[in-house]
């Protein structure tokens, strides 16, 4: 009978289960157990290692006037640029903003009320990964577009955003 013993690491790139882990795989021995442990970045942290891509700044004041100049039909463009720029902070395929334009059109505005709720929910995810407290963002977002205040939401979700891209102008 023969027992062929394999090493750690064979010539085909198979790594045992059992082998220890190699230096390359550990982490930096100089991170802070309870900042990895917590996802919380230090004050230290770049920019780029919670944003995948800040966005730009709008002007909350000529935003909310042109809203209401046009009686709310600039509302769904603004939300698309709510919802294209979390898209690029969060460097993912979640929130589709081509998709819930669409959608916000042929609901008459219903898919409007979800996204009132969906991306301040983002924003709380990117202030979480700021090391921001978090706040109710989502839920008095939610409230204000059951009213018909759904701009004063918008408002509210560009000043977070702008906020957010401020600090990470300041931590590049």
Known sequence: MRILVA????????RSVF????????????????????GVPSPWTP????????????NVVL???????????????WMYLIGRDLRRALARDE????LDLLLIYITCGVWGIYLLYKYPSLITEL????????????VISLILGL??????????????????????????
């Open 7 to 14: 090493s750690a690491e064979d010539s085909s790139g198979y």
């Open 19 to 38: 082998a220890s882990p190699s230096a390359a795989s550990e982490e930096s021995p100089y991170a802070s157990p309870s900042m990895r442990e917590w």
């Open 47 to 58: 920019a780029r290692a919670f944003f995948g891509e800040p966005g730009s700044e709008r």
């Open 63 to 77: 935003y909310a006037v042109v809203s209401v100049f046009t009686c709310g039909l600039f509302n769904p463009i």
């Open 95 to 98: 929130p589709r903003p081509g």
């Open 127 to 138: 202030k979480r990964r700021a090391g921001l407290p978090e706040g109710d963002l989502p």
């Open 147 to 172: 009213l018909s205040l759904g701009v004063i939401s918008l408002v509210l979700m560009q000043s977070e955003l702008n906020h957010l891209w401020r600090l990470a102008e300041r931590r590049t």
